[in-house]
């Protein structure tokens, strides 16, 4: 039913910046939380930054003060803008949702490939 869009993704070379976009395609969906995870080959996929609904932003500590995670219309666009990026930053970066009185309704979009090139 409610699907997550991702744009953005590409490659870029080491200090540059992209910013990635997703959008759900229904729009009343407005999740409690809305986040960007990434995993890169041979690793397990890991959150990047979330923001939640009326609060705060989070952000890992390989990316704080390098990515920016936005959002509006409830959580229902979310913008990852990414900024002196590293080539340890390539990986499939994937938009996540969680919506419901206790989040137990999660979406997960397709995946967009970001290559970092040093």
Same mark, same amino acid.
């Given at each position: 039913?409610?699907?997550?869009?991702?744009?953005?993704?590409?490659?870029?070379?080491?200090?540059?910046?992209?910013r990635?976009?997703? =959008?759900?395609?229904?729009? *009343?969906? @407005?999740?409690?939380?809305?986040?960007?995870?990434?995993?890169?080959?041979?690793?397990?996929?890991?959150?990047? =930054?979330?923001?939640?609904?009326?609060?705060?932003?989070?952000? @890992?500590?390989?990316?704080?003060?390098?990515?920016?995670? @936005?959002?509006?219309?409830?959580?229902?666009?979310?913008?990852l803008?990414?900024?002196?990026?590293?080539?340890?930053? *390539?990986?499939?970066?994937?938009?996540?949702?969680?919506?419901?009185?206790?989040?137990?309704?999660?979406?997960?979009g397709?995946?967009?490939?970001? *290559?970092? =090139?040093?």
């Amino acid at each position: 039913q409610v699907q997550l869009v991702e744009s953005g993704g590409g490659l870029v070379q080491a200090g540059g910046s992209l910013r990635l976009s997703c =959008a759900a395609s229904r729009s *009343t969906f @407005s999740p409690n939380i809305m986040g960007w995870y990434r995993q890169a080959p041979g690793k397990q996929r890991e959150l990047v =930054a979330s923001i939640r609904r009326y609060g705060t932003r989070h952000y @890992s500590d390989s990316v704080k003060g390098r990515f920016t995670i @936005s959002s509006d219309n409830g959580n229902n666009v979310v913008v990852l803008q990414m900024n002196n990026l590293r080539p340890e930053d *390539t990986a499939v970066y994937y938009c996540n949702g969680r919506a419901g009185l206790s989040g137990e309704n999660e979406y997960w979009g397709q995946g967009t490939q970001v *290559t970092v =090139a040093s």
